[in-house]
């Protein structure tokens, strides 16, 4: 029997009788008229003569009562295969001689894989003993597991109940500082002092850099409207200052300025104001400011000036720093050595003090409208009405003006503590106590001497903190250039191009100088005419040298 063709799926078979069986798949060659290829009819007497690359069609079945099949066909899907018989794989040939509609395309791939019959059912009851990957072991493993997990998250359940229960069992004063408004300060105001540039100073606070911004931009607009003899309102003040600072400005930062300058200003309710505004009346009362100036020697009105302005501003500046000092100094008292510093010695502030974290000033009372006339008592009531009404109601009136008349008790304000020691912990235990004594007093000398040094000091301190480094790499430059003597010009020129830190010529200048004044014996600067030349002694130790430097550092420090 000729081999089936792959493609003869696109056949069509038709209920009828039995169709021939598939042509047989034709030689790669072209075929040649005088010896047909087997399987393929031999051409029709039409048919032209010579080699004619065009297939010839079958001969037409005279049998069929259907007309033929057209020569190229179109790819129909097929229709779901019918249910087959319980029988298993089909042979060949009874498929071929069956009259089946069409077959599915799982059928042609099982033909495909050449399987025989007998190992269907096989491999169908292997299919069902395939062990299974979750075995009694496994399953008991996950089972502890859970176990596991479970208790796990009881005790953590447990110890947070507990943890709980201790926070609502601590006393008021050594909870931590709650925010006023709940919600947490930005970390730019937290740490606004330790962000600032230059040498650590007597710095303020974010609250109090913002409340000085406050004072300026006011007594700017102050000062615009009282040269001009206006009337100076809290509403006109509000507006200029919001839209100098583009920050809210509320009559509490008014009363904040009252409290750190007094002298400052002078606050009246006034009323009979011309304002050009629809929300307040002529008749209203408002809040006005008048700045308080010293009388000038000639009897002319004295005027705002720019230098009575820089002068207000320097005084309400200081007056925030005293207040500064005022907690500082508190702090210092609650420390183990405590610690007294003269406040005119005070160049900084104390490495373990927080200054981000110094409460707000607490607003002045401002003057108030005066209040109007109203019957807010039963007192008052019965003293207009007492003419009109019954006896029987001026005694119940009169008993109810006895009971709302009893002082109410007022709250006890809550004691405030003094902050407690800090308690010795636990990876100091077993260490003398005259030991540990001894390194907080050494430890307060040191803390002390870096609240009282002067910025020259700080200066000079820094500038021997680099000496090391630039010994190494000057003796390295006069190495490298091997001459025995340098200008200054070209000698810092070298160091500044490898020293790993940027610095001016200027800066690294003093640095030389300096050295030459520490190590005479090592470096010294010679002026000949209106150049100076370093001259250095290349067979000095530079480690011993380096061992020189860091003690006279040290010592400088501890001063």
Request: hydrophobic share 35%.
């Amino acid at each position: 029997m000729a081999q089936r063709r792959v493609t003869d799926f696109f056949a069509r078979r038709r209920s009828g009788p039995p169709a021939c069986l598939p042509r047989a798949k034709q030689a790669l060659r072209t075929p040649s008229p005088a010896k047909p290829a087997p399987g393929v009819p031999a051409p029709a007497l039409s048919d032209p003569p010579g080699g004619s690359r065009k297939r010839a069609r079958p001969a037409a079945d005279p049998a069929r009562d259907e007309p033929a099949p057209p020569a190229r066909r179109r790819l129909r899907l097929a229709p779901p295969p019918a249910p087959e018989p319980a029988d298993p794989v089909p042979s060949p040939s009874s498929s071929v001689a069956s009259g089946s509609p069409a077959r599915s395309p799982l059928s042609k791939k099982i033909k495909k894989a050449t399987i025989p019959a007998g190992q269907l059912p096989c491999l169908a009851a292997q299919g069902d003993k395939i062990p299974r990957k979750d075995t009694v072991s496994e399953l008991q493993a996950c089972l502890q597991r859970a176990r596991e997990l479970g208790a796990r998250v009881q005790a953590l359940r447990a110890h947070s109940q507990e943890e709980d229960a201790e926070k609502s069992a601590m006393p008021e004063p050594e909870r931590g500082p709650v925010e006023p408004c709940g919600e947490k300060v930005p970390a730019y105001q937290r740490f606004h002092v330790l962000a600032q540039p230059g040498i650590p100073g007597l710095a303020l606070p974010y609250k109090y850099q913002m409340l000085a911004e406050m004072f300026r931009s006011m007594d700017t607009v102050v000062g615009m409207l009282y040269n001009r003899a206006e009337a100076v309102t809290f509403a006109k003040v509000k507006q200029g200052v919001q839209d100098m600072m583009r920050r809210r400005f509320e009559e509490r930062n008014v009363g904040q300025i009252k409290t750190v300058y007094p002298a400052s200003y002078r606050f009246r309710q006034e009323r009979n104001i011309p304002t050009f505004k629809d929300g307040i009346k002529r008749s209203d009362y408002q809040l006005t400011i008048e700045p308080l100036l010293d009388q000038e020697a000639s009897g002319v009105a004295p005027q705002l000036t720019a230098s009575r302005l820089l002068q207000r501003r320097h005084i309400f500046s200081q007056n925030l720093v005293a207040r500064v000092k005022e907690h500082h100094k508190a702090f210092l008292a609650t420390l183990d050595p405590p610690m007294e510093v003269p406040e005119d010695q005070l160049t900084r502030w104390h490495p373990r003090f927080n200054v981000d974290e110094v409460p707000d000033i607490e607003p002045a009372e401002l003057p108030r409208p005066p209040p109007t006339e109203k019957l807010a008592t039963a007192q008052e009531v019965l003293a207009r009405a007492r003419s009109l009404m019954s006896p029987r109601m001026e005694k119940a009136l009169s008993d109810l003006a006895l009971r709302t008349a009893e002082p109410s008790s007022p709250g006890s304000p809550c004691p405030v503590l003094p902050a407690n020691p800090p308690a010795t912990p636990s990876a100091l235990k077993g260490v003398s106590q005259a030991l540990l004594e001894r390194i907080r007093v050494k430890e307060a000398q040191k803390q002390l001497a870096q609240m009282t040094r002067r910025p020259e000091q700080e200066q000079r301190l820094r500038r021997l903190e680099r000496l090391p480094e630039l010994a190494r790499v000057l003796r390295g430059i006069f190495v490298s250039e091997r001459k025995p003597a340098l200008t200054m010009e070209v000698a810092c020129a070298r160091m500044v191009g490898s020293y790993h830190t940027p610095m001016s010529p200027g800066d690294m200048e003093q640095h030389l100088q300096l050295l030459a004044e520490l190590l005479p014996d090592w470096l010294s600067l010679h002026h000949i005419r209106t150049d100076t030349y370093l001259k250095l002694d290349k067979a000095a130790d530079l480690a011993g040298l380096t061992v020189r430097l860091a003690r006279l550092a040290r010592t400088e420090e501890g001063l």
